[in-house]
């Protein structure tokens, strides 16, 4: 069974740093590309950022430059560290994996996801 265990969010003020983690169990970790996405209150689910299995990087503009993701294959863990928090960043925070994407920004492409983790950014 697979399983995705994200961790790490909280209530901080706008400026601060939070360090997400999303710990994989259940698969083989190294042949997902591994994605964080976030959904707000009352909005869809959107992009932040993708680790690919040969650990390149994309993210989604509103968050280039702050949030950094990266993926510890000997651990099965994925983090996205998240500096410079603004107010706007406040959602719940999804990790996702997907074997073979084509659209890799596109939530419905991923295989599996995790419960999501709150990220509540005060200002």
């Known amino acids: 069974q697979v399983q995705l265990v994200e961790s790490g969010g909280g209530l901080v003020q706008a400026g601060d740093s939070l360090r997400l983690s999303c710990a994989a169990s259940?698969?083989?970790?190294?042949?997902?590309?591994m994605g964080w996405f976030r959904q707000a209150p009352g909005k869809e689910r959107e992009f932040v950022a993708i680790?690919?299995?040969?650990?390149?990087?994309y993210y989604a503009d509103s968050v280039k430059g702050r949030f950094t993701i990266s993926r510890d294959n000997a651990k099965n863990t994925v983090y996205l560290q998240m500096n410079s928090l603004k107010p706007e960043d406040t959602a719940v925070y999804y990790c996702?994996?997907?074997?073979?994407?084509?659209?890799?920004?596109?939530?419905?492409?991923?295989?599996?996801w995790g419960q999501g983790t709150q990220v509540t950014v005060s200002s």
């Open positions: 996702a994996a997907g074997e073979s994407l084509t659209l890799p920004t596109w939530a419905v492409n991923y295989d599996f």
């Open positions: 259940g698969l083989t970790f190294i042949r997902y590309t």
């Open positions: 680790s690919w299995r040969d650990y390149t990087t």
